[in-house]
């Protein structure tokens, strides 16, 4: 059975870090992605990871603050957020693909974390 255990979620001050952390079991996924979710918005994606190649992938908001890295032997994928911002609290999810499609497409991931909170006071 495939689980995507999200940790790392709080809350902290603008201009504060946090980091993320997604392990998946079960399986190897070619893509893992971070997606996040504010109160009365759609969901968007924030960042991806490709397990072959290492190639990774940002939203231009969060280009510059936010660094995804991987830990292969722990199947487990970081978000790295520096410089948070008040607007980037969101639940933030992570999510998890076989195939190597578009990553900023929620459709290309098969399954999903329960999400954790972020929230950035100002």
């Known amino acids: 059975q495939v689980q995507l255990a999200e940790s790392g979620g709080g809350l902290v001050q603008a201009g504060g870090s946090l980091r993320l952390s997604c392990a998946a079991s079960?399986?190897?996924?070619?893509?893992m992605g971070w997606f996040r979710q504010a109160p009365g918005k759609e969901r968007e994606f924030v960042g991806a990871s490709r397990w072959s190649g290492g190639n990774t992938y940002y939203a231009d908001f969060v280009k510059g603050r936010f660094t995804i890295s991987r830990d292969n032997a722990k199947n487990t994928v970081y978000l790295q957020m520096n410089s948070l911002k008040p607007e980037d609290t969101a639940v933030y999810y992570c999510?998890?693909?076989?195939?190597?499609?578009?990553?900023?497409?929620?459709?290309?991931?098969?399954?999903w974390g329960q999400g954790t909170q972020v929230t950035v006071s100002s």
């Open positions: 999510a998890a693909g076989y195939t190597a499609g578009n990553t900023y497409n929620p459709g290309v991931y098969d399954y």
């Open positions: 079960g399986r190897t996924f070619s893509t």
